[in-house]
Structures are given as C-alpha cells and as structure tokens.
C-alpha cells in the first residue's frame, strides 16, 4: 500500500510565500516523474510544475519565475516553493507521483495526494 501525504498550503497574502511538500510511503522500489497540479473552483486540474528523476523541471507559463518544484530522493519527497503570489494561484494542489512499485516491478503507475488548499487573498 501507498501513501501520499501534503502538507504546507493555508492563507497567505498577495506576494507572500509557501512552500509545499508531500511524501510517499509503502511498498516503493522506485520513484519516478514528482509533479504538482491544482484545481481552481470550477476549473479544470492543470499542470504546475514536474521534475524528473534526473531533475529536469518543466513549469506551466503562469508560475514561471515564482515557483520551484524540487525533490529529495532519500525521503520520496517533492517540494514547491511558490513565491510572489497572486490570487489567481488560489487552489486545490496536488501532488502527483510516478511509482514503481515492490510487488509489481517495471510499471510506473500514477499516484495523487489528497490535495492541500492555498488561498491567496488580503
């Protein structure tokens, strides 16, 4: 069994700052792609920000400059440290794995964390 657990979010002001983590634990051989996507009311869930294995980082156009997805292997843990932010960043995030599991080795099989909540708002 597997287990993603995310914590950080909460109510901040416009140009404040916070930083998001979320760790996975169970039967894990293996980690893949880390990712972070939100879910704005009403909206569609979009894609935030990834980081590779290797620690390549892609990032969608609206949080470019302010957010910075990282990963540490050791803990199966991804952060997001999101900086400047503005009301549109209010949202529902997700953190979203790519696991390798013990019991059924060579699948990468996608696993989502219960979302956290970040409201940007004065």
């Known amino acids: 069994q597997v287990q993603l657990v995310e914590s950080g979010g909460g109510l901040v002001q416009p140009g404040g700052s916070l930083r998001l983590s979320c760790a996975a634990s169970?039967?894990?051989?293996?980690?893949?792609?880390m990712g972070w996507y939100r879910q704005a009311p009403g909206k569609q869930r979009v894609l935030v920000a990834t980081i590779t294995s290797g620690g390549k980082t892609t990032y969608a156009d609206s949080v470019k400059g302010r957010f910075t997805v990282s990963r540490d292997n050791a803990k199966n843990t991804v952060y997001l440290q999101m900086n400047s932010l503005k009301p549109e960043d209010t949202a529902v995030y997700y953190c979203n794995f790519g696991l390798e599991l013990i019991a059924i080795p060579n699948h990468v099989y996608d696993f989502w964390g219960q979302g956290t909540q970040v409201t940007v708002s004065s």
């Open positions: 169970g039967s894990i051989f293996s980690v893949d792609a």
